[in-house]
């Protein structure tokens, strides 16, 4: 049965995310209000009307969708707007394949997240869409559903499908995924964590997640997967138990990613240095980089840590973007006519 | 300065303890109130309060110890009672020479858990060692002190030092582990949390601890690793959230130790799955094994789940003890004169 909308034109709104928290690794996702992205989906020409239509019994295909990206957030002009290469694109299409949605669509990406910087922007963008389908088709779909068509789109950005940006965005705050099989718990971060993402502004190079999974050692000893699971227990306490100092001191006792990523990250060690020295709770990397994460002490001098970074950044000849933020809730939706 | 002891003879119980549950290797301890093992500390002849005393003034050695160990649990009979060789006794030698106590001390361990069964025996009666002696000098020592002490007698049965067993014997509940540097958290489990431990009555060799370790391999995968975080991660939620499918989902899915163990553990293929087809929650193994660890729901007929592993065992023509526990609080001092 072919779907009809119940809407011709929504708007969605999903925030930035980060992603592995230290030792959680392609596990933990934590969505932050540093920035956002909206996705608004328009029926070009609602044929669910005219079932005898034979343009719209076509099978969806990348044809069905336009995408058009705007904004000036930072690499948005090297998003692709075709279909196959855009994760919002993948995520619809797998979707509308899915649920038999043979309508033509315009997709409009308003880009507010940094693009391969490490902030889920690809994540987001996924998200916001598939969010948009659901409402206007109506289709009410649970979480775990959104999920998975969502994270189709992340092949656009990294090649391979995963969960932990799509999960943070979707949902808000921290969240554990484990991929198979695939299941999410949301966790109500503590109200004071105070977050500062640090994003450099260098050149990403396409395929950068791919870079910096290729990094990573494909087999680790027993001993640092000991290591790893006890820091990551204790970070997931940490969010339930709403201790901040928990929560920042596991997070800088990743024994594998963090040691084996660190050097394709510009000005790392040094902004974490002083980062550390002004004052911060806890520093790593955000997702796959380059952008860093700090976790602050609210009753600190958070301006003291954000001067800190701008000045260790610009001291290696970086120009840098520093927002301070707090953990976001999920995707909203924003406008439906 | 030479210690004086505040009282002549202290007794002290601590509980069993399983560890791992599934995806925590070598992090995750569960006090469980199944067995315990009691300590008494005697002073035999109490030179504190004559300081000229040549003898006590010797340096604290392992002729200061003389060891007894009571008690008809499996394997008592077996458990040496030279001080440099049993738990309760190395623990108590690195106490005595951490805060000078020159005194010779008669203990007596009255073994209630079965030792060599894994289910933290040398940790019990370690935990109760040390904390009957920090009573006995009245020392004040924090949790993280005695059970870097504590730790000391898993040298006697493990060959290394490991954290998982004491911790929970000492503190109770559940309890994640850090190694390096230490840290313990404690979690207050769910109150509907039922277990079920099995015990095979088969004979376990002297080193049995380090056999089970021998076959683990040294490094693993990658993806391993995140699997397991993901799942000691829903784990740690489980327990918070005291949400008992939770944390018995995921201790079913360990992908790193219990596939290299189960062929060492006597029956475990078939005793697992006979509690599950009972409806048991989950089976995993209990530490270094060959106990087995089941998740029973408090509102299901446990009886059937202990009688199809009875059966199960019985099978295979192997004697077993089947106890239905629940989590246990930590060491507690029971008599002080």
Tied chains: 1, 2.
Aim: charged share 20%; net charge negative; glycine share 6%.
């Amino acid at each position: 049965m072919l779907r009809r909308a119940l809407y011709r034109q929504v708007k969605v709104s999903a925030p930035a995310s980060t992603a592995n928290l230290g030792p959680g690794f392609d596990v933990f996702g934590l969505a932050i209000d540093a920035y956002s992205d909206e996705v608004e989906l328009v029926l070009e020409d609602d044929k669910s009307d005219s079932y005898s239509d034979s343009s719209s019994s076509s099978i969806p295909s990348i044809d069905s969708l336009t995408i058009e990206v705007h904004g000036s957030s930072m690499n948005a002009e090297h998003i692709p707007e075709a279909a196959e290469y855009n994760s919002a694109g993948l995520a619809l299409l797998s979707m509308m394949k899915a649920y038999n949605i043979r309508d033509r669509i315009r997709v409009r990406v308003n880009k507010g997240i940094p693009a391969g910087y490490g902030l889920g922007s690809s994540a987001a963008s996924a998200v916001a869409a598939v969010k948009a389908l659901d409402v206007m088709y109506d289709l009410g779909l649970d979480d775990v559903t959104l999920l998975r068509h969502a994270a189709q789109g992340e092949i656009a950005s990294a090649g391979t499908v995963h969960y932990d940006n799509v999960a943070a965005s979707l949902l808000g705050g921290f969240v554990i995924v484990r991929q198979e099989p695939l299941y999410t718990v949301k966790v109500e971060p503590p109200e004071d964590l105070l977050l500062c993402v640090a994003t450099p502004k260098v050149d990403v190079p396409k395929g950068k997640t791919g870079v910096a999974r290729s990094v990573l050692p494909e087999k680790i000893m027993l001993r640092q997967m000991v290591s790893n699971v006890a820091n990551a227990s204790m970070l997931v306490a940490g969010f339930l138990m709403k201790d901040t100092r928990l929560i920042a001191d596991a997070m800088m006792r990743d024994v594998v990613v963090e040691p084996a990523r660190m050097h394709i990250i510009p000005a790392y060690a040094s902004v974490k240095k002083a980062a550390l020295d002004a004052g911060a709770l806890a520093v790593t990397i955000s997702g796959a980089g380059p952008s860093i994460l700090i976790v602050v002490d609210a009753n600190d001098n958070v301006k003291d840590v954000v001067d800190a970074v701008d000045t260790a950044y610009s001291r290696e000849g970086i120009e840098c973007y520093v927002k301070v933020c707090k953990i976001a809730g999920g995707v909203s939706v924003l406008e439906c006519r």
